[in-house]
């Protein structure tokens, strides 16, 4: 019955339903490629563990409110890129969340984290933002991000400066600029602010409608702007540099020196100003020139205010978020190569008779830590497979040994262990002691 069902569905599927596809700007991440990612995951686990950074896992679902509050209201994320919408049991205003930052904070403040001390906690995961997708601009993709909370001094600026600077080194990454500004402290600013928004209201004509709109609410994003048009004028506006006093000068200089001191070059770049409205002090950017026009591939900088903002009790903090896609992107443009997934071993069956001892046998290998891809017949395959034909799924598994159970093995109690990407003897090894002998099947992971 359930079957009859199941093909008049896949009928009238066929006949009648579009095709179901992913959304656009949502992309399905496929093997191979899929082991890049894990990979690049692995790599950044085991260097989060050297600098004692802990895994944070938040909601991908969070209230609106948060985000709004957060990121800050003249933004482009919470202007026009949020997939919101309405909880429909409750009717609670509802948001994927575009970035992290803003749920760590949520939740370090919800389950009072910085009670006794600072913490220093990294996540990665998706994030959501509606803009037109592009070559290095998704509607879904992945950040991984660091963030230490608790902290106010430069050290900890230049900690996770270089915590960064060395994922690009175990990456293999080359070419990467470390930009860095600072936007000092909130009267600072507003000094600086007042005289930018004068400077651009003598420049009314050369405002794009982004620019005007944010004349007054926002004007510095206005420095960011990448209209070609209006790049004359933002290069000729006030610096905020020049507004900055004693202290977030000298904040700014100590980062500078321990940058120095671990050998990593930087450079000045008083339009650097970040999308986000959180931040203050040091601001910082790892951009290459070989991604087009996204190529920033890593952004952060110190929020010292925005733990407040979100209900906690005042504490500093500084951290970064880089684009998956992005530095993915970029190791392939640099013909990085990076491991593929392969099993160590192949298992070659001769005879169905064989399967219930392959499969006992294949297990024990397994727990003993073998990798195997056992051999099964695909549905559009004719038969069980030749052996000719099983040998070359086993050499295009890229496995360094095949398995054979064969009828005379069988008769035996051994399995035939057969070479299969250097020269070497195939041995026969005993079923009765798998634990002897699996080792020898293992390649270094
Ligand atoms: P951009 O200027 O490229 O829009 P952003 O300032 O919006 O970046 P952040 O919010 O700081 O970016 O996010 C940190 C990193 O996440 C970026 O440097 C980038 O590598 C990546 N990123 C941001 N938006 C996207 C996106 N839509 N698709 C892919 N990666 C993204
Ligand atoms: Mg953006």
Not at 60 to 72: C, D
Not at 339 to 361: H, I, N
Not at 392 to 407: I, P, T, Y
């Amino acid at each position: 019955m359930l079957h009859k069902r199941y093909k008049a569905f896949l009928y009238l599927f066929s006949r009648d339903m579009q095709r179901l596809v992913a959304i656009k700007g949502m992309n399905d991440i496929l093997p191979p490629d899929s082991a890049r990612w894990e990979w690049l995951e692995q790599v950044v686990r085991s260097l989060m563990q050297r600098y004692a950074y802990r895994a944070i896992r938040t909601p991908i679902v969070e209230p609106t409110a948060l985000f709004v509050r957060g990121l800050g209201e003249v933004t482009d994320i919470v202007e026009k890129e949020m997939y919101s919408f309405e909880d429909r049991l409750n009717g609670e205003q509802l948001t994927l969340r575009p970035e992290a930052t803003a749920g760590v904070v949520r939740a370090v403040v919800e389950h009072s984290l910085l009670h006794d001390g600072g913490r220093r906690l990294y996540y990665m995961g998706p994030m959501f933002r509606h803009e037109r997708p592009q070559r290095g601009r998704y509607r879904q993709f992945h950040q991984i991000g660091a963030e230490a909370l608790g902290f106010p001094g430069p050290e900890m600026d230049a900690e996770i400066i270089l915590l960064a600077h060395a994922l690009w080194a175990e990456l293999g990454l080359k070419d990467v600029r470390l930009e860095l500004n600072s936007l000092g402290q909130p009267d600072e600013r507003r000094a600086h602010r007042a005289a930018l928004i004068a400077y651009l209201e003598q420049h009314q004509e050369l405002l794009d409608e982004d620019a005007r709109r944010r004349l007054h609410s926002n004007p510095l994003r206005i420095l960011d702007t990448k209209n070609p048009a209006m790049q004359a004028l933002v290069e000729a506006a006030p610096r905020l540099m020049d507004y900055l006093g004693d202290a977030s000068r000298q904040h700014l200089a100590a980062v500078q020196a321990m940058l120095d001191a671990a050998g990593v070059a930087w450079s000045i770049n008083p339009r650097l100003v970040r999308g986000m409205d959180y931040y203050n002090l040091t601001v910082f950017e790892f951009v290459t020139d070989q991604l087009g026009a996204q190529g920033t591939i890593c952004g952060g900088g110190r929020y010292d205010y925005l733990i407040e903002q979100m209900g906690g009790k005042p504490a500093p903090a500084v951290g970064w978020a880089l684009g998956v896609e992005r530095v993915l992107e970029l190791l392939r443009e640099q013909g990085r190569d990076t491991p593929a997934a392969q099993p160590d071993a192949y298992a070659v069956v001769a005879d169905a008779a064989a399967l219930p001892t392959v499969m006992a046998t294949l297990q024990r290998l397994r727990a003993l830590g073998v990798s195997v891809q056992m051999h099964s017949a695909a549905a559009n395959a004719q038969g069980p497979g030749s052996m000719k034909a099983q040998f070359k799924k086993a050499d295009a598994s890229g496995a360094r040994f095949a398995l054979v159970f064969g009828a005379d093995e069988l008769r035996a109690g051994t399995v035939t262990v057969k070479p299969l990407r250097e020269a070497g003897e195939q041995l026969q090894r005993p079923l009765s002691d798998v634990a002897a002998w699996a080792a020898s099947l293992q390649s270094a992971r």
